[in-house]
């Protein structure tokens, strides 16, 4: 089953790819964020490799980019907000939030990368290698 623009509307997706490089990436689309037609044409693909990303247990050194967060009234707003980016970086992969624009941007990156060469084939069949394209539309910029 194919995901319409209602089902991303109402969904706040955590969706996942490779870049060129193969370097491996987390973006949560807050119900407007762009999600590629090869991502959005299988909800059992789709919910495979979420599972697998999230069944990943061993954890790595994470930096935040604090020039791309929100402004937040207390510390406990913010701690809120960085939990599952943060989480997704300790898991080796690149976390992304949407912007107001539908593009995204970075918001926490592992200190050590997970990468596509090292994923199980059944991943490297289903998972989504981002066009050249699709990285300006998404306005990947410096990751490293």
Not at 56 to 63: R, Y
Request: charged letters at 30%; aromatic letters at 12%; one cysteine or more.
């Amino acid at each position: 089953m194919e995901m319409d623009e209602e089902f991303l509307e109402i969904n706040d997706l955590d969706w996942f790819a490779s870049y060129q490089g193969g370097l491996l990436a987390h973006f949560a689309t807050g119900g407007r964020g762009f999600v590629p037609d090869i991502v959005r044409k299988s909800i059992s693909e789709y919910e495979e490799i979420y599972d697998y990303f999230h069944s990943i247990t061993d954890s790595v050194e994470v930096e935040v980019v604090e020039s791309n967060l929100p402004v937040f009234n207390d510390s406990v707003q913010r701690e809120r907000y960085l939990r599952s980016f943060v989480d997704m970086a300790r898991r080796g992969l690149f976390s992304h939030d949407v912007n107001d624009d539908g593009g995204y941007k970075l918001i926490a990156k592992p200190k050590r990368c997970r990468k596509y060469c090292d994923l199980p084939l059944g991943m490297k069949k289903i998972l989504h290698v981002l066009s050249v394209n699709e990285s300006a539309i998404i306005k990947i910029d410096n990751i490293l």
